[in-house]
Nanobody
Framework: QVQLVESGGGLVQAGGSLSLSCAFSKIFVRETVGWYRQVPGKERELVAEVTRGGTANYADSVVGRFTVSADSAANTVDLQMRDMTPEDTAMYYC???????????????WGQGTQVTVSS
């Protein structure tokens, strides 16, 4: 199966910027790739994703502040975050919805998560 390896994250002050990157261990045809986040006691929510057609979708709370980008050649998906607030504090998970792959079964795949903490 495919592994999603995340990097980035950490601690940032309110108003600051942070970047996340996710690398896929195998090549596959994607339906979507992107980022979700979760705080304790709440459901995991979509932050941003890129569809197979190249459309970027964002949660309302991050529009204008976060930018998601997928690089097919590098087999990565990145999330640039700016103007961050304490409400952005969460565990961030890389996600891929696979349509087809020579070595990957169709389905949903997740990274291990990376913590993002925004201090006030």
């Amino acid at each position: 199966q495919v592994q999603l390896v995340e990097s980035g994250g950490g601690l940032v002050q309110a108003g600051g910027s942070l970047s996340l990157s996710c690398a896929f261990s195998k090549i596959f045809v994607r339906e979507t790739v992107g980022w979700y986040r979760q705080v304790p006691g709440k459901e995991r929510e979509l932050v941003a994703e890129v569809t197979r057609g190249g459309t970027a979708n964002y949660a309302d709370s991050v529009v204008g502040r976060f930018t998601v980008s997928a690089d097919s050649a590098a087999n990565t998906v990145d999330l640039q975050m700016r103007d961050m607030t304490p409400e952005d504090t969460a565990m961030y998970y890389c996600h891929a919805r696979v349509l087809w792959g020579a070595e990957v079964r169709p389905g949903d795949y997740w990274g291990q998560g990376t913590q993002v903490t925004v201090s006030s």
